[in-house]
C-alpha cells in the first residue's frame, strides 16, 4: 500500500515539473514587463518575496527540524521538558523578528506607494497621449481626444511615450490592466480615474478586464500595441481616412450588451467621454458623484494626488507639473 | 389554466439544463427516500423529540457539523465543475451564465454554509465541556440559530432548482447584483438566505461571548482557559462588530431591489462603491472570524500530542485578541486599485502588514511547543502539522498581495485565487479536520479509523498543491479571476489541467473521510476512557460521549490544564488538593435543565416562509410566515415551564452506566 502510494506521489510530482516547464518564462508576464511602471512593480514583487523569504525558509527548515527531532520513539536522546512554556527571551526575538521585517516592508510599501500612485505622470520629454477607455458590457471602448479617433477592444499607441488613459465605465465595474506594461486599476461609472502606463519598447500586449461585470466577461479582452511613433502617426491617418465614423447612433448600438469583434472608428460624438462619466449626475447636486466627476472637465484628473497632498515633499516638483493645470476645475 | 400552470413552473423551476435536472430528479429521490425511511422505521417521532426541539449544545454541536459537511459536499461539487470547465474550455462544458451562477455559490456555500457551521458544530461541541459548563448560557437561542441558519441555508440552495442560482459573485457587487444587474430571483435568494442565518450567526456570537464569560467553572480564572475557547472569545466578539454591517448593508440592497431605493444603484445618488467598502468591513473579519478558531484547536492538539504545555500562554492571547482588533481596520486591502489614493493606500496596506506580526508569533509558539516534547502523530496532528508549512506559505502570499503597488499586479488574477485558497484550506479547513479528528471520540464515543484517515489526509494535501501551486503560475501569467474561457494562445492550459487534477485528488480525499466514517461506524471501536488522546483540559475528564448534564458535579478548576495536572498529582500519588476534594466529595445535587421546544424550529421555518415569500414577492405569503414568526415569539413569551430538574437517582444511573463500562 505504502510503495504503491510514493509511486503515485512521485509520478503525480513528475508530472507537474514537467507542465510547469514544458512553459516557457516569456508566459510569465507579469514578471516579464515591458514598461516603467511594470518594472517598478516587478522590483517591489522581488523585494517583497525576498523580504519573506527571509523569515519563511528558516520557519520551514525549523519545523522540518523540529519535528523530525521530537518525535516519540524508543531511546531517543532528545530532551522532553513537560513544563517548559515560557522563555521572555525567546518569545522577545521572535515578536522583534516579524516587527523589524514589517517595519522594512512597510517603509518599502509607502514609498512606493507614492512613487507608483497610477495618476501621477510619467517623467519624459515627450507630451504623454490621453486615451480615454470605457468599459462596456462586454467590449471596451477607446477614444484618442488628441487624434479624434476611436476603437473597440483595440489600442495602439507609440513605444516610449507616457500615455495617459482615463478610466470610466458605463455600465459595472471592470478594472483595466495590461500586464506588461504595468498594474491595473478600476473603470467605475460616474468617475474617470486616471492611470499612466508607457511601453519602453514596442510590442503585442495581452490586455484584459480584470473585474467580474457579468454574463460575457470573460470576452473583454484586446491587444495593445506599442509600435514606432511613424508606424502610429501613419495608423492614425489610415484610420482617419478608411474607417467608419462613431455616431451617437452607433455609440448606442455599442452599448447593448454583447461581445464584440475589433472596430475602429474615424471620429467621435464630441464629448462622449465626458457625457458617459457625468451621466449620473443631477443638476445642482453636490453628491459623491459630481466629486469625482472631475472627469466633468476630463484633464483635471489629478483629484487623488491632491487630495492626497502629493505635493509635499519629495514628489512636489513632479507632481506639481501634473496636478495644478487642473485644480480649476474643483 | 394548464397553460397558466405551465407558464408559472417554467418560471418558477430552473429548466433546460441537463445538469439541473439530473439534480432535480436527485434531490427528489433522496427526498422521497427519506421520508420512507422514516416511516418505515417509525422514527418521525424521534427525530422530533431527539433532535429537531432539542436544546442540547452537544446535539446541536452534531447537527451544525453534518449540515456543514454536506455544504462541503455540494461546494466541491461547484468547484469541480468549474475546474473541469477550465481544464478544458473549449467543450464549453458551461455556458458563461451557468458558470457565473457556480463560482457565487461556489463562494457563498463554502464561507458561510460550510466554514460557519463548521465552525459553530465545534463551538457548540467543546466549548462548554472545555470551561465546566453545563450548557451554553441561552440553550434556546442556540437552537434558534442554528434552524436559523439551516433555513437559511436551504433558502439559499434552493435557488438552485426553483428560480435560478444568483450570478453576481459571492459577495454580490451592486450594480451587477441590482435589479438592473440581475432582474431574476437569484439574487433575492441570495440576500434572504443570508439574511436568516446572518441573524443566526450573531445569536452565536452573542451567545458564546456570554457563555464564555459568564459560565466557567468556579476557579477558571480567563488566564486559566483553555486556547481554544480563548480564540472562540476572540471569533465571537469578532462576530458581534461585524455581522450587524452585513445584515445593514444586505437590508440596502434589499431596500434598493424591493422598493426602488437608490443606495448602490448607478443613477438617483446611488454610489455601487459604499457598497464594496461596507461588504468588506464586514467580509475580511469574516476570514479572521473562521481563522481565529482554527488557531485554538491547533494549539490545543500541539499541546496534547507533544505532551506539553502550550508554549507562550498569555503571548497566543495576546495574539488572537489583536489580531481580532485589527481584522475591521484592515477592509480597503481587497480594493487597492480602486484609486483612493497613496494615503488611503498606504494606511491599510499598514495595518494588513500588522496582522503578520501576531500570526507569525503564534507559529513559533506552536513551533517551540513541540521543541523539546514528545511528539505522536495520529491524525489530528497529521493535519496540525501540515497546516503550519502550508499557512506560513500562505501567509506569506498574503503579505505579497498586501503590498499595495504590488497588488495592482496581483489582483483579481488567480495568484489572488492560489492565497486565499490557500490560508482557507490550509489554515480553516485542515483546522477544522483536525477538530473535526481531536474531539470526535468525545462526540461519539467511538473512534475513527485511523488508515482511512491517513488516505484522506495525504489525498487532501497532495490534491491541494497540486490545485493550487498552479494557480500562482497562472496569476504571474495573467489570467484573471471569473473567466469561464481563454484563448489556447495564452499557454494558461497545461497549469489548468494540472489544477484541475489536484481539485479531483481532494474530490476522491472526500470520498475517503466519507468511507473512514461508515467504516468506523460499522466496526464500532468504542472508546470508553472518556479521554481518547490523554488530554489536558476538562473535555476529557468526563465520559464519552458527554452524558446529557456534561458534568455530574460541577468542577472546580485550579490551573490551566486542569486535567492534566490532576492527572499528574495521581500519577505521583499526591493527595487531591483540598478544594477540588471537597467538591468531588460533595453529594450529587438534581441538576437544573432547560426544557425540549419545537419553538426554534417552527419559527424558523416561518422565517424560511416569509423569506421565500419576499423572494417572489407574493404578499400573502410574506404575510403568512411573518404572523408565524410573532406567534412563535409569543408563544415562547407565555411559556413558563422552560426548564426541570434531573433528579439524583437518574444522575447516578447515568454515571454508573458511563463510568461501569471501563
Not at chain 1, 514609498?111 to 505622470?121: C, F
Not at chain 2, 458561510?112 to 472545555?130: H, K, R
Not at chain 2, 424591493?258 to 475580511?284: E, K, R, S
Amino acid at each position: 500500500m505504502r510503495s504503491k502510494f510514493r509511486m503515485l506521489a512521485t509520478g503525480l510530482f513528475l508530472a507537474m515539473v514537467f507542465l510547469i516547464s514544458g512553459c516557457s518564462s516569456e508566459q510569465y508576464i507579469v514578471l516579464d514587463p515591458k514598461g516603467p511602471i511594470g518594472e517598478s512593480q516587478k522590483d517591489l514583487i522581488l523585494i517583497s518575496t525576498l523580504l519573506c523569504a527571509v523569515i519563511i525558509v528558516p520557519v520551514l527548515i525549523l519545523t522540518a527540524i523540529i519535528v523530525w527531532r521530537y518525535r516519540d520513539r524508543p531511546g531517543r536522546k532528545a530532551a522532553y521538558k513537560p513544563e517548559w512554556e515560557h522563555n521572555t527571551k525567546l518569545e522577545v526575538t521572535w515578536w522583534s523578528i516579524p516587527i523589524v521585517i514589517i517595519i522594512i516592508l512597510g517603509a518599502v510599501t509607502v514609498y512606493y506607494t507614492y512613487k507608483l500612485e497610477p495618476s501621477k505622470a510619467i517623467a519624459s520629454d515627450k507630451e504623454p497621449i490621453t486615451i480615454q477607455v470605457t468599459s462596456m458590457d462586454w467590449k471596451w471602448l477607446f477614444k484618442y481626444p488628441g487624434e479624434d479617433i476611436a476603437t473597440v477592444n483595440y489600442v495602439k499607441f507609440p513605444e516610449d511615450t507616457p500615455i495617459r488613459f482615463q478610466l470610466t465605465s458605463d455600465t459595472a465595474m471592470n478594472s483595466f490592466w495590461i500586464p506588461q506594461l504595468g498594474g491595473q486599476l478600476y473603470s467605475m461609472s460616474g468617475m474617470a480615474m486616471t492611470l499612466y502606463l508607457q511601453a519602453d519598447e514596442q510590442g503585442s500586449y495581452y490586455g484584459s478586464g480584470a473585474n467580474f461585470n457579468g454574463e460575457d466577461f470573460a470576452q473583454m479582452t484586446f491587444t495593445a500595441d506599442a509600435v514606432s511613433q511613424e508606424e502610429y502617426d501613419a495608423w492614425v491617418e489610415e484610420v482617419k481616412a478608411d474607417a467608419p465614423a462613431l455616431t451617437m447612433d452607433g455609440y448606442k448600438e455599442l452599448q447593448k450588451p454583447g461581445r464584440s469583434d475589433v472596430q475602429l472608428f474615424s471620429s467621435f460624438p464630441e464629448g462622449l467621454f465626458e457625457q458617459i462619466v457625468t451621466q449620473y449626475v443631477e443638476e445642482g447636486s453636490s453628491g459623491a458623484h459630481s466629486h469625482h466627476g472631475g472627469g466633468a472637465e476630463a484633464s483635471t484628473d489629478e483629484e487623488a494626488a491632491s487630495d492626497e497632498h502629493a505635493s509635499h515633499g519629495a514628489e512636489e516638483t513632479e507632481a506639481a507639473n501634473a496636478s495644478h493645470e487642473g485644480h480649476a476645475g474643483h | 389554466m394548464w397553460h397558466k400552470i405551465k407558464d408559472f413552473s417554467s418560471e418558477f423551476f430552473v429548466t433546460g439544463d441537463p445538469l439541473i435536472l439530473g439534480a432535480q430528479v436527485s434531490i427528489a429521490i433522496t427526498l422521497v427516500a427519506i421520508v420512507f425511511t422514516l416511516t418505515y422505521f417509525k422514527k418521525w417521532r424521534w427525530l422530533w423529540t431527539e433532535w429537531l426541539t432539542t436544546v442540547d449544545h452537544k446535539r446541536i454541536g452534531i447537527m451544525y457539523i453534518i449540515a456543514s459537511i454536506l455544504m462541503l459536499f455540494r461546494g466541491g461539487v461547484d468547484a469541480l465543475l468549474m475546474r473541469v470547465q477550465l481544464a478544458a474550455p473549449q467543450l464549453e462544458f458551461l455556458h458563461a451564465d451557468h458558470y457565473n451562477a457556480i463560482f457565487t455559490t461556489h463562494g457563498v456555500i463554502m464561507i458561510l454554509f460550510m466554514a460557519m457551521p463548521l465552525m459553530f458544530g465545534l463551538f457548540n461541541i467543546v466549548v462548554p465541556l472545555q470551561i465546566g459548563a453545563r450548557d451554553v448560557a441561552f440553550p434556546f437561542l442556540n437552537s434558534l440559530s442554528f434552524w436559523m441558519f439551516f433555513f437559511g441555508a436551504m433558502l439559499f440552495n434552493v435557488s438552485f432548482i426553483i428560480g435560478g442560482s444568483p450570478d453576481a459573485g459571492w459577495l454580490a457587487y451592486p450594480p451587477l447584483s441590482e435589479l438592473s444587474g440581475s432582474p431574476g430571483v437569484g439574487q433575492d435568494f441570495y440576500i434572504w438566505g443570508i439574511q436568516i442565518s446572518g441573524i443566526g450567526s450573531l445569536a452565536t456570537g452573542i451567545n458564546f461571548v456570554v457563555t464564555i464569560l459568564k459560565m466557567r467553572a468556579p476557579g477558571m480564572k480567563l488566564m486559566q482557559m483553555p486556547m481554544f475557547s480563548w480564540s472562540v472569545l476572540s471569533s465571537c466578539v469578532t462576530i458581534m462588530f461585524a455581522f450587524p454591517i452585513l445584515t445593514v448593508t444586505l437590508f440596502l440592497l434589499f431596500l434598493d431591489r424591493y422598493l426602488g431605493a437608490h443606495f448602490f444603484t448607478l443613477d438617483g445618488g446611488g454610489n455601487p462603491m459604499m457598497y464594496i467598502n461596507l461588504i468588506w468591513m464586514w467580509g475580511h473579519p469574516e476570514v479572521y472570524i473562521v481563522i481565529l478558531p482554527a488557531f485554538g484547536i491547533f494549539s490545543e492538539i500541539v499541546a496534547t500530542f507533544s505532551k506539553k504545555k502550550l508554549f507562550g500562554y498569555k503571548s497566543m492571547v495576546f495574539a488572537l485578541m489583536s489580531i481580532s482588533f485589527f481584522s475591521f481596520f484592515t477592509w480597503a486591502h481587497h480594493f487597492f486599485t480602486m484609486g483612493s489614493g497613496a494615503n488611503v493606500n498606504a494606511f491599510f496596506a499598514i495595518t494588513t502588514m500588522l496582522i503578520a506580526i501576531p500570526t507569525g508569533v503564534k507559529v513559533f509558539n506552536w513551533l517551540f511547543t513541540m521543541y523539546r516534547g514528545k511528539l505522536s502523530f495520529p491524525t489530528p496532528m497529521l493535519w496540525t502539522i501540515a497546516f503550519i508549512p502550508c499557512f506560513v506559505v500562505g501567509g506569506m502570499t498574503g503579505v505579497l498581495l498586501s503590498v499595495a503597488p504590488a497588488d495592482f499586479q496581483f489582483h483579481n488574477s488567480y495568484f489572488l485565487i492560489a492565497h486565499f485558497h490557500q490560508v482557507l484550506i490550509g489554515g480553516v479547513v485542515f483546522g477544522y479536520f483536525a477538530g473535526l479528528y481531536y474531539w470526535w471520540p468525545k462526540m461519539f464515543g467511538f473512534r475513527l479509523h485511523e488508515g482511512l484517515g491517513k488516505w484522506a489526509f495525504w489525498f487532501w494535501n497532495i490534491g491541494f498543491y497540486v490545485c493550487f501551486m498552479p494557480q500562482y503560475a497562472l496569476g504571474l501569467m495573467g489570467m484573471t479571476r471569473r473567466f469561464n474561457e481563454y484563448d489556447f494562445d495564452m499557454g494558461w492550459q497545461p497549469l489548468n489541467v494540472v489544477s484541475t487534477v489536484g481539485a479531483f485528488l481532494m474530490g476522491l480525499a472526500f470520498i475517503f473521510q466519507v468511507w473512514q466514517i461508515a467504516h468506523s461506524i460499522k466496526f464500532l471501536k468504542k472508546e470508553t476512557s472518556g479521554d481518547a488522546w490523554d488530554g489536558r483540559t476538562l473535555e476529557w475528564s468526563i465520559p464519552s460521549p458527554a452524558p446529557m448534564y456534561n458534568f455530574a458535579r460541577t468542577p472546580v478548576v485550579t490551573s490551566q490544564d486542569d486535567w492534566w495536572e490532576k492527572k499528574q498529582r495521581r500519577l505521583r500519588g499526591e493527595a487531591e488538593l483540598p478544594e477540588v476534594a471537597a467538591a468531588e466529595k460533595a453529594p450529587l445535587e438534581p441538576i437544573h435543565m432547560p426544557r425540549n421546544s419545537g419553538i426554534p424550529f417552527i419559527m424558523s421555518t416561518c422565517w424560511f416562509v416569509a423569506g421565500f415569500g419576499f423572494v417572489w414577492d407574493w404578499k400573502w405569503m410574506i404575510v403568512l410566515g411573518l404572523a408565524g414568526v410573532i406567534i412563535s415569539m409569543l408563544a415562547r413569551s407565555f411559556s413558563y415551564n422552560t426548564d426541570y430538574y434531573i433528579p439524583v437517582d437518574e444522575i447516578e444511573r447515568t454515571e454508573a452506566a458511563a463510568r461501569g463500562a471501563h
